[in-house]
């Protein structure tokens, strides 16, 4: 079994920056894609940023340049990086990892932007 745990949200004013992490531990054999997505009330669940296993990433076009995916494969961990922070990035924020055939999912991490 493979658990995940988030960290790193919480309160930021417009323009601020927040850091989330999400590490995964458990039976671990092999982590290939790992990203983050969103769910702001009354919305659809929006895929924020992806990176695969060589590094390669993806954005949301609403977060591009100011959000950076990053990953630690000693640790099992993705990080998001966010800048530049705006009322309309508020969400819950939900890590996703590939661990060897499943994906499995963080707890979520509240982001609120709001001065």
């Known amino acids: 079994q493979v658990q995940l745990v988030e960290s790193g949200g919480g309160l930021v004013q417009p323009g601020g920056s927040l850091r989330l992490s999400c590490a995964a531990s458990g039976t671990i054999f092999n982590i290939d894609n790992m990203g983050w997505y969103r769910q702001a009330p009354g919305k659809k669940r929006e895929l924020v940023a992806s990176?695969?296993?060589?590094?390669?990433?993806n954005y949301a076009d609403s977060v591009k340049g100011r959000f950076t995916i990053s990953r630690d494969d000693t640790k099992n961990t993705v990080y998001l990086q966010m800048s530049s922070l705006k009322a309309e990035d508020t969400a819950v924020y939900l890590c996703?990892?590939?661990?060897?055939?499943?994906?499995?999912w963080g707890q979520g991490t509240q982001v609120t932007v709001s001065s």
């Open positions: 990176i695969t296993k060589g590094g390669s990433t």
């Open positions: 996703y990892v590939h661990v060897d055939v499943r994906i499995y």
